[in-house]
């Protein structure tokens, strides 16, 4: 009997202490993204080629190969040089492999906000950081347990902020490539909860398709739902995920967990690292894991289209 419950204290501080683990690095990734050091990563800065490089370097330690010759997909606009960071893991079924998967979030931002208690710097930690980050642990998931049957990009977009001009160039040079694209998921703003009488997440274009059944099937808990005024402020069209739809006619949607009652700084300069609940953040990139393996792994294309 003291030896069984030894063995279950054990497992389950082994298990707090991965969570603790994992919860860190989350803190550690946001905190650099959204230091001061990076000047608020607007789209051409040295802060954005910091942030850029940092990528990378995540990508390189966790052998997420990249997709093109590097993991710099570049673009110009007018005098600026742009480029979004497209990491890879090629899938392990023969047949399912030639299918695609985008997980994607973009890591830029706006530089500069109203100065307010003398900062101007607009560090960007839920917008975007929050997703970026949140896209790192898949790709360093996946990458570790090996068990994805259709390939998968994880794409971090650059000049979000400017337009969706990155996620543009990007979905019209894979379209001109005829990539076999499935499913897109863009994840935008994830840094603090909603409320507890909601679901945790939502997602853009609700009725566009059925992913958001899907992805709550696959987790086996209902995960993502409805926002409302999501159709008034025209949410499916103002983020990474718009391109993809327009370019491949495929599910392609937005998740989020900021629902403009539940933080106030948005493009603010106090969008800091201290006002995020990583707690929250782990929770949800955790709980979207079976969703994403279901989704990734599903022997037939169940996620369609719909007639809205």
């Known amino acids: 009997m003291i030896i069984i419950l030894c063995l279950v204290l054990f497992l389950g501080c082994k298990g707090t202490t991965s969570t603790s683990a994992q919860l860190s690095e989350i803190r550690r990734n946001l905190s650099y993204l959204a230091s001061d050091n990076l000047l608020g990563r607007q789209t051409g800065s040295i802060g954005l080629e910091k942030a850029a490089v940092y990528i990378e370097e995540v990508f390189k330690d966790h052998n997420i190969e990249p997709y093109f010759e590097t993991y710099r997909d570049s673009f110009h606009l007018n005098d600026l040089v742009g480029y979004n960071l497209v990491g890879y893991i090629e899938g392990n079924d023969p047949t399912l492999k030639d299918e695609f998967v985008i997980l994607g979030a973009h890591y830029d931002h706006i530089g500069q906000g109203r100065k307010v208690n003398g900062d101007v710097i607009a560090n960007g930690a839920n917008d975007d950081a929050s997703g970026t980050v949140a896209v790192l642990e898949w790709a360093k998931f996946f990458s570790k347990t090996k068990q994805t ?95 993809f739809f327009n370019e491949f006619n495929i599910p392609a949607h937005a998740i989020s967990t900021f629902d403009f009652s539940n933080f106030d700084y948005y493009h603010h300069v106090d969008d800091e690292v201290d006002k995020m609940n990583f707690g929250h953040m782990t929770s949800f990139i955790n709980t979207m894991i079976p969703a994403l393996e279901g989704m990734i792994n599903a022997p037939t294309q169940e996620i369609r289209l719909t007639d809205e």
Not at 201 to 214: C, E, L, P, Q, V
Not at 228 to 235: I, T, W
């Open 149 to 243: 049957k259709r390939s998968i990009l994880f794409t971090l977009f650059d000049a979000e902020e400017m337009g969706l001009k990155g996620s543009e160039h990007l979905a019209r040079r894979l379209k001109a490539e005829n990539l076999n694209l499935y499913t897109m998921i863009n994840i935008e703003m994830i840094g603090v909860p909603r409320a507890k009488t909601q679901i945790m997440a939502y997602i853009t274009g609700f009725n566009k398709s059925n992913i958001a059944d899907k992805l709550n099937s696959y987790a086996g808990q209902d995960i993502i739902g409805i926002f409302p005024q999501e159709k008034q402020f025209q949410l499916f069209m103002r983020s990474d995920n718009y391109p």
